[in-house]
Structure formats: structure tokens, C-alpha cells
């Protein structure tokens, strides 16, 4: 069964470049969710959704960040125009309403903006 | 006060002790809890979540909550070289649905 998936795996860009961040979460799973993890700030939630839906954004930059959920099986979350501390590393996790809570997390996107 | 916290270490145990990590929280009414591993470089996999007062035991693992203390605990016993990794305590607080709420990890290294 495969798991989450994110592309890409590695992005460099330039400051004030578009960045798209990819997730196609676990098949059945209702609840997806974007990370940012980083040495100074840890594992911080950016959003999440349910059933596509927003539930929570309180922790995106709403001025440069957007995520969006168009169908059960595909979320992006873009980034611009990028900044140099945009640089992170982006998890997305999904879980399934009715379980344990138990997010299972991608492999991650390490994004550097130079 | 940070809502999760954990001793950021690193700690080292020789292989074979038993490794304990700590880790508080500030919303008394948390309802779950989880233990989760990072390797170097890689995502968060889980190791074992707990509800209730009291240990869980999964293998080598033993997680350990105490409600009215505010603190959850892992053991690994008989620790091995490739326990080696950040183990990262998570919350769900009261009133977040699903949200997780991560400390900030604690560094673990057994020596062979």
C-alpha cells in the first residue's frame, strides 16, 4: 500500500520565485496536513484539511502561502513570492477519520531559496 | 511556556541501557498523546501513542502518561545503535480535532 507522496523531493530556487509543493495522501484518508520543520522552529503546522475543506490556516503566512485541496487525492501548497527563509523542509501527513490520530507523514520536500 | 517541551539533549546510552525521554505539556486537558522517531533526514514515523493514565508496553517500547503531572514518558530497552535518531513528543490539545502539536525532539545516540 503505498503511503503519502510529495513532489518533489528536492526544489532550489531564487527569492521571489513561485514554488508549488505537491501531496497525494494515503487512499481513504480524510485528513491531510502541511508541515514546515525547520533547526530553530521544530515542526510547525501550516494547514490542514478536512474532506478538502480548510479546517485550520492560523499557522500559514496567508501573505505569500496558499494551499488548496481539489480533490480527495491532491493538495498543493504554493509559495510566492519565495523568501530565503522559506527554506524548510515541507511534510504533508494524512490520517482517517474514526482512527487512532496517527498521521503518517511523506518523505518531505526540502526547499531552498536563495 | 512552550505548549510541548522535551529536553533537546542529546542523550547518550550505551547499547543495551535503557534510554528514558521526557516530555511536558501545558494544556491539562490534552487528550493524546504520541511518540514519534525522525532519522536523519527523513520523516516522523511513529513508535506508539497513549490515551490513559498508566504504560504501554510495545516491544522495547514502554510509553508512560501521568494526566495529573502533565507528563509523558518513553523508555527503549535494550537499546540498540539504530534506535539512534530525534524522537519528537506530540500532543493533541483540548479543542484541536486532530492537530498535533510537536516538542521539539530529543536527540537520542546509543553507543556501541
Known amino acids: 500500500d503505498a503511503g503519502v507522496i510529495q513532489s518533489p523531493r528536492h526544489e532550489v530556487t531564487e527569492m521571489g520565485q513561485e514554488v508549488t509543493l505537491r501531496c497525494k495522501p494515503i487512499?481513504?484518508?480524510?485528513?491531510l496536513f502541511w508541515y514546515r520543520q525547520t533547526m530553530m522552529q521544530g515542526l510547525e503546522l501550516l494547514v490542514y484539511?478536512?474532506?478538502?475543506?480548510?479546517?485550520?490556516d492560523s499557522g500559514m503566512p496567508k501573505d505569500r502561502f496558499s494551499a488548496k485541496m481539489p480533490n480527495a487525492s491532491f493538495s498543493t501548497l504554493k509559495i510566492q513570492p519565495s523568501e530565503p527563509r522559506d527554506s524548510a523542509v515541507y511534510f504533508c501527513?494524512?490520517?482517517?477519520?474514526?482512527?487512532?490520530?496517527?498521521?503518517?507523514f511523506g518523505p518531505g520536500t526540502r526547499l531552498t531559496v536563495l | 511556556q512552550k505548549e510541548v517541551e522535551q529536553n533537546s539533549g542529546p542523550l547518550s546510552v550505551p547499547e543495551g541501557a535503557i534510554a528514558s525521554l521526557n516530555c511536558t505539556y501545558s494544556?491539562?486537558?490534552?487528550?493524546?498523546f504520541f511518540w514519534y522517531r525522525q532519522y536523519s533526514g527523513k520523516s516522523p514515523e511513529l513508535i506508539m501513542f497513549?490515551?490513559?493514565?498508566g504504560d504501554k508496553e510495545d516491544g522495547r517500547f514502554t510509553a508512560q502518561l501521568n494526566k495529573a503531572s502533565q507528563y509523558v514518558s518513553l523508555l527503549i530497552r535494550d537499546s540498540q545503535p539504530s534506535d539512534s535518531a530525534t524522537y519528537l513528543c506530540?500532543?493533541?490539545?483540548?479543542?484541536?480535532?486532530?492537530?498535533?502539536?510537536f516538542g521539539s525532539g530529543t536527540q537520542l545516540t546509543v553507543l556501541p
Open positions: 501527513a494524512s490520517t482517517e477519520e474514526g482512527a487512532t490520530d496517527t498521521q503518517y
Open positions: 487512499s481513504g484518508h480524510d485528513y
Open positions: 494544556d491539562r486537558g490534552s487528550q493524546s
Open positions: 497513549i490515551y490513559s493514565n
Open positions: 506530540a500532543v493533541i490539545r483540548s479543542g484541536s480535532a486532530r492537530q498535533l502539536t
Open positions: 484539511f478536512n474532506n478538502k475543506a480548510v479546517m485550520d
